[in-house]
């Protein structure tokens, strides 16, 4: 059996979950379930997966013969492992790196881990003040998934991570989407990227949004859903049997997750935090767009 013959490895919250959605549709191409995360054995998030090498090969098993087959995962571009990893499984592997503004990156992470659970400072500006304090192991929240995706300002230096995947699988093998471009015209973004896979452009697709932001009532309601207490679970096992108790627990805690979840758009950044966050990122973005020969230097106007 046959894995992937292509990989969007990235950025988070750069526009890969509507990209893996987009490409999806098409009738040549089949996409995995997202996030499997096999490679990266360097990221802590990987400890948490249970696939093996048989049961990684089974994600792709309902592919047709003549189909390409894609797998995404947002944290291999972060992964100082991943793209050599991915080489010596795949040689000749294409890549997918999906890259943001790195200031409204982490702002849109930061929204997001509160969500699912992989933050508990609310305030922003508080959360990557913390960052120094949590790379020595404090401040981490008990619900924390991936603790590398904490240190908000490390996971937004794209340019030596893109460079390690021109490294491995040279420019030829990596195709860049720039998340403005997808935003302003997703029809031609996505065109480009079919024709770097190799299959038909001309196929239809509805640009509907995609993971839109979402936020949480109560920080604490998400973690007793996440994590019910040990007393609750114990009475749960005496009094129920296996199977009405997997039931009631899935009916009940997406029932509360519901009332939980809010949709709504992310409020501005505060315009004093990000002059400041475009003054610190504004050598990363002049080292990325001479890597990509594309002038992003908008990214840290002000």
Not at 12 to 18: L, S
Not at 116 to 133: H, L, P, Q, T, V
Not at 163 to 189: L, N
């Amino acid at each position: 059996m046959r894995g992937p013959d292509f990989f969007i490895v990235g950025a988070p919250k750069c526009g890969t979950t509507a990209m893996n959605e987009y490409l999806g549709r098409h009738p040549d191409i089949f996409m995995a379930t997202k996030e499997l995360h096999f490679f990266g054995s360097d990221l802590s998030i990987l400890s948490k997966r249970s696939l093996n090498v048989t049961a990684y090969l089974g994600m792709f098993a309902d592919a047709r013969a003549d189909q390409r087959k894609g797998e995404a995962s947002v944290w291999y571009l972060y992964s100082r492992r991943a793209a050599t990893e991915i080489k010596a499984f795949r040689p000749d592997a294409l890549i997918i790196i999906m890259l943001r503004n790195p200031i409204d990156m982490i702002y849109s992470q930061h929204s997001q881990f509160l969500y699912n659970g992989n933050e508990d400072i609310k305030d922003f500006r508080a959360a990557i003040a913390a960052e120094s304090e949590r790379k020595r192991g404090r401040r981490m929240p008990k619900t924390v998934r991936f603790r590398e995706g904490l240190y908000y300002r490390d996971t937004a230096r794209f340019t030596p991570q893109v460079e390690r995947y021109f490294d491995v699988f040279g420019r030829d093998g990596v195709h860049i989407v720039i998340y403005d471009d997808f935003k302003r015209d997703a029809h031609e973004t996505y065109r480009t990227t079919l024709r770097f896979l190799g299959v038909k452009d001309s196929v239809r697709c509805e640009f509907n949004v995609v993971n839109s932001n979402r936020y949480v009532r109560s920080l604490t309601v998400r973690d007793l859903l996440g994590r019910p207490p040990r007393v609750v679970r114990g009475a749960a096992r005496s009094l129920l049997p296996q199977m009405a108790r997997r039931w009631l627990r899935r009916s009940l805690t997406q029932s509360l997750t519901d009332v939980n979840v809010v949709h709504s758009t992310r409020p501005p950044m505060d315009l004093a935090l990000r002059r400041q966050l475009q003054f610190e990122f504004a050598s990363e973005v002049e080292r990325l767009s001479k890597l990509l020969q594309r002038d992003l230097s908008h990214w840290t106007t002000y």
